[in-house]
């Protein structure tokens, strides 16, 4: 234990890389993955950013996604290489990545009763799933599209409560070590949910325990997880069990679905809907937009070295416009 916990003192600054991860399975006399590795989880991909040579190669990866579905592309060293190859399709996650070293993890001082951890068996274990991640406007599962377990796939655990026998959390978890013979023996947490009516205390602290101890047990050495920059929720709950953040990044394919991640806020203005249906979209197509007036629906889209100032769908190279913005000195 004392000489895993020296080694992992000298891993804890080292951000994962294609090189960095080549250079480790040549040490363990390792054979590398022959192809990059992305794992099916039933709503989209996770791609391993580390098994992948060259920035063109995970970009492209990540526009065969898939409609309606949501993949993640992880452990990426250098983003901007990726986001250069499809500047207007992919973005930055705005998620932190924290890891949990075992040698730092402290058992539980109190147990929790009332439901019992278990993996997903069955059909109706995945509508009950499905039914939660919906209740959280998450994607629903599709068992069918899983890469198998064999195969270096995920395994999803559920909280079952003991009285009622619903499902009052479900946590998906995925083992590195089988899924790329990952060198630092590796896990990560994904798609931990709990049901916003439970009454039942500790439910989601208890399935990141579950899964800490279920890796633990397994031999592996830590466990890696995505949060939203501003969860502070979830962030106090990840910083009590000891997790630490770790210098990575991810990115995602822009769509309808992860819209809110790359648009942010907008402008706050109270827009009618015609000049709103015209602001939305160029937000989406990344154009800057600044509302000059929002009761007459007047704002100017910015790309490059271009402006051009609208009316709702007219802009100002129309006479009735370019006229109203002469008639209104504050805005000439």
């Not at 526009?63 to 949501?70: H, S, V």
């Not at 590796?186 to 208890?206: H, N």
């Amino acid at each position: 234990m004392r000489t895993t916990a020296y080694n992992q003192r000298l891993l804890r600054g080292q951000t994962p890389s294609y090189e960095r991860l080549q250079a480790r399975l040549a040490e363990d006399h390792n054979a590398p993955p022959s192809q990059p590795l992305a794992v099916h989880c039933g709503w989209g991909r996770l791609l391993i950013g580390h098994t992948y040579p060259d920035a063109g190669e995970l970009a492209a990866a990540l526009l065969d996604e898939q409609p309606g579905e949501r993949d993640i592309a992880l452990y990426v060293a250098a983003p901007h290489q990726v986001l250069a190859q499809a500047p207007q399709q992919l973005f930055l996650d705005p998620s932190d990545t924290l890891r949990l070293w075992f040698t730092d993890y402290r058992p539980a001082r109190r147990g929790f009763r009332g439901y019992r951890i278990r993996r997903a068996q069955n059909e109706a274990d995945w509508q009950a799933i499905n039914c939660l991640y919906q209740m959280r406007g998450m994607l629903p599962i599709e068992p069918g599209k899983l890469t198998p377990y064999n195969e270096g796939g995920p395994t999803y655990w559920l909280a079952e409560d003991e009285d009622s026998g619903a499902v009052i959390g479900s946590v998906m978890g995925l083992n590195h070590q089988r899924a790329f013979r990952d060198p630092e023996n590796g896990s990560s947490l994904w798609c931990l949910a709990v049901d916003p009516q439970c009454s039942r205390p500790g439910v989601g602290e208890v399935l990141v325990r579950h899964l800490i101890e279920h890796f633990m047990s397994r031999g592996l050495s830590y466990l890696d997880l995505s949060v939203l920059h501003d969860n502070r929720q979830a962030k106090q709950l990840y910083a009590k069990l000891g997790f630490r953040e770790l210098q990575t990044f991810s990115l995602k394919r822009k769509n309808g679905i992860n819209q809110p991640l790359f648009l942010g806020p907008g402008p706050q203005a109270e827009l009618n809907p015609y000049a709103r249906i015209i602001v939305d979209e160029a937000l989406r197509r990344g154009i800057e937009v600044q509302v000059d007036d929002a009761e007459a629906g007047l704002f100017t889209l910015s790309q490059g070295g271009r402006r051009i100032r609208c009316r709702e769908s007219l802009s100002d190279l129309t006479s009735a416009v370019s006229m109203t913005l002469c008639q209104d000195k504050r805005l000439t």
